[in-house]
């Protein structure tokens, strides 16, 4: 069993102003995928200025933390928001859900693309690959709160969680998701993305592995308390969500090579 590292989720405490770790991953998030999407900025349009690309990433980071906190308040908790609407606001305890920021991302993506003369998919095949920073450094996030842990399991790197009230060996289970939904998901779509691909298959393989990980890792994470399992003691609302994406990300990728071949282009 490994140690959980004792980390205060205030990173920075001034007086009454306290900065928690886990807004700084946000901002790591959104500041890593916008240095990259700049250097990439000319193989997406050569007439776009980086005010523009700052535009653009401050409306889809609305989107995000927008859509990921009402996502939660909808899919996960609604009863308790309901009650004290209040929690709404206090982002600072966790409570984002990635399916409501991935909505609200979609969203931004539409209004912003109408604006500027591009489809929603062109601005989603060029935000894709950015996308597992803010994801990583999410579940960093996660970690340091010691929140979202997993399963109760006698493997060597069990960790027991401060927060967990029958102080149990669990999985890190948000550990497992830096590795698949951050670095294993960057590395599938930077690599894909190198090459020139038909508009929509990059936005595809965004969903099918985020899908993927997601899914898997849910076996071995703890749902949340106020629903548990869904259905035959192992369904979470997580996979629920998930299955659309895998299925709309394959039928992205198919649609994409079935429409037009590559074009430099579509290169993002």
Not at 48 to 56: A, N, P, Q, V
Not at 100 to 114: D, H, P, T
Request: positive net charge; hydrophobic residues 55%; contains cysteine.
């Amino acid at each position: 069993m490994l140690p959980y590292p004792q980390i205060d989720p205030v990173a920075l405490a001034i007086g009454p102003l306290k900065i928690h770790w886990y807004g700084l991953m946000y901002l790591i998030g959104i500041g890593g995928a916008w240095w990259l999407a700049s250097r990439r900025l000319n193989r997406f349009d050569p007439t776009w200025t980086k005010e523009k690309l700052s535009d653009m990433v401050f409306w889809m980071s609305m989107g995000v933390i927008v859509g990921g906190r009402l996502g939660y308040v909808l899919f996960y908790d609604l009863n308790a928001y309901l009650a004290n609407p209040t929690l709404i606001f206090e982002v600072w305890k966790g409570g984002m859900s990635f399916h409501g920021g991935f909505i609200g991302v979609m969203l931004a993506a539409l209004w912003f693309g109408k604006k500027n003369n591009k489809s929603f998919f062109q601005l989603m095949d060029f935000v894709a690959p950015m996308v597992p920073i803010g994801l990583g450094a999410g579940r960093i996030g996660n970690f340091i709160n010691a929140e979202l842990w997993g399963k109760a399991t006698d493997v060597p790197w069990a960790m027991v969680f401060p927060t967990d009230p029958a102080q149990l060996a669990r999985h890190p289970s948000q550990l497992y998701q830096f590795a698949l939904e951050g670095v294993a998901l960057f590395a599938i779509l930077w690599l894909f993305s190198r090459k020139p691909r038909p508009t929509m298959a990059v936005s595809g393989m965004f969903a099918l592995f985020y899908g993927i990980f997601r899914f898997i890792v849910e076996f071995v994470r703890v749902p949340d308390a106020q629903l548990g399992y869904l259905a035959w003691n192992w369904l979470t609302m997580g996979q629920l969500l998930c299955v659309p994406m895998i299925v709309g990300g394959l039928f992205l990728i198919w649609l994409a090579y079935h429409r037009a071949p590559a074009t430099p282009a579509a290169a993002v």
